[in-house]
């Protein structure tokens, strides 16, 4: 199933706002959450991950992880 709405649980905000409910949300959540950005995402997204790379240094750095209980892959689609 494809939607292009936000989850319900995602705040319609200004970037600025959003950036902060991230930075917020990650600082709750500590090493619970692993934020991976591919090194293809724009600043405004890369800047939350915790592990930059490519996809293959992320998946592999990811699965050495044994702290988080969830990650966030902030990918990139090719065409």
Do not use: W
């Not at 319609?12 to 090194?39: C, M, N, T």
């Amino acid at each position: 199933m494809s939607s292009t709405s936000p989850p319900a649980s995602a705040p319609s905000a200004a970037l600025p706002d959003l950036a902060q409910h991230i930075s917020a949300l990650k600082r709750e959540l500590g090493s619970r959450v692993l934020v991976l950005g591919h090194h293809y995402q724009a600043e405004e997204v890369i800047r939350h991950a915790d592990i930059t790379g490519d996809s293959f240094r992320l998946a592999s750095l990811a699965a050495q992880n044994s702290v988080a209980e969830s990650i966030v892959f902030c990918g990139v689609h090719f065409r």
